[in-house]
Each structure stands twice: as C-alpha cells, then as structure tokens.
C-alpha cells in the first residue's frame, strides 16, 4: 500500500509540475518601469527589420492620409554610412565626423531627388520603440509623415555593448536636389521638419 500511495503521489507532483507555468517577473527600475532588455540584431536580421519598419511607417502614413514610401537603396547607403558614423563620434547628431550633413550625404550616394529628412537615434530599444519614440515628438513625427516623401532609406550600426544607432531618410525623387550649400537655417528646417 505505501508502495502505491508514493507512486500516486509523485505521479500527482510530476503532473502538478508539468501543468505549472514558469512566468518570469522582469527586472524593474526604481521608477517601476521593467528594465531594458539587451535587444540583440543577428546577422540574418536586416530584411526583415528593414521591412518591418517600412510597413510600420507606411501604415502611419496611410493614417495620416500620406501616400506610401518605397526603399531607395541610395538612402538606405547614406543612412548606413552616417549610423557608423554616429558610432565612431560617440554621439547622436545630424553632422557627420567630416562635417557633412544629411544633404551632402544624400548627394554623395548619388541620390538625384531632395532630401525630406532624417531622423536619428541613439539607444537600446528595437527598431518598433525607436519608431514610437520618433513618432511622439512632433519635429521627428513631421519628418516621417511629410507628404512630399516617396522614398526612404533605413539602417543602423550595433556596438558589442548593445547599443543602436538608427538612422531614418526620407527622399522626394521627383523634387530637384537640395542645393549644396545652405543656411543654418534651411538646414535645421530639413532635420527638424
């Protein structure tokens, strides 16, 4: 009798165990908010992310009664190039280690329409959170959603420590360039919508 008594017992326990769900709690910060996690981009990952993001915007942009973006491989070059860029500067902004702005970048990649803008960003998060942070500020969301871009080129650069430089432009092919030199002031209005 005790033979089947333990028998029924730990059967009883293998399936209490079996039907019990492990749910980790996250970390949180002292302000209560969970942690960040490490968001990792493996190699095989670009695609996937790049679309990802061309969806989502086109879908902020069909709400906002714009017209769809498509990818421009000369954005995407520029966007790249300036990510790096960020990097090795150790610091988000819209002038490159050389001086450049996003107006000569988009020149230098052979683009032959204007540039709309860029938006960048210097953080943990996906690509998504970058794209919700940029879309709640109103210069960054002006950018995005501004009628006049057809184009859009999207890329990043990852530090081994996790960290993300994204970097978004967005194009008008059909507007004639930007002009190569331009006052502070028509440039603040490119970058910051």
């Not at 230098?108 to 500020?137: N, P």
């Amino acid at each position: 009798m005790n033979r089947r008594a333990f028998l029924t017992l730990t059967a009883a326990a293998g399936l209490l165990a079996a039907c019990e769900t492990t749910t980790s709690q996250p970390r949180l910060a002292p302000d209560g908010k969970p942690l960040p996690t490490l968001y990792r981009i493996g190699p095989g990952q670009a695609n996937r992310i790049q679309f990802r993001v061309l969806d989502s915007v086109n879908a902020l942009r069909a709400a906002s009664g714009a017209q769809e973006l498509a990818f421009d491989a000369k954005l995407n070059a520029a966007a790249a190039t300036h990510a790096r860029d960020m990097a090795l500067q150790n610091r988000p902004w819209h002038f490159g280690s050389d001086g450049s702005s996003p107006v000569d970048r988009v020149q230098r990649v052979g683009y032959a329409g204007r540039l709309v803008g860029e938006t960048i960003s210097e953080t943990y998060e996906t690509e998504l959170q970058t794209l919700s942070a940029w879309m709640e500020a109103a210069d960054t969301r002006a950018i995005i959603l501004d009628p006049k871009a057809k184009d859009l080129g999207f890329s990043w650069h990852q530090e081994s420590n996790g960290k993300i430089w994204w970097t978004m432009v967005l194009g008008a092919p059909e507007l004639a360039p930007t002009p190569g030199t331009l006052s502070t002031e028509d440039l603040a209005a490119i970058i910051d919508g």
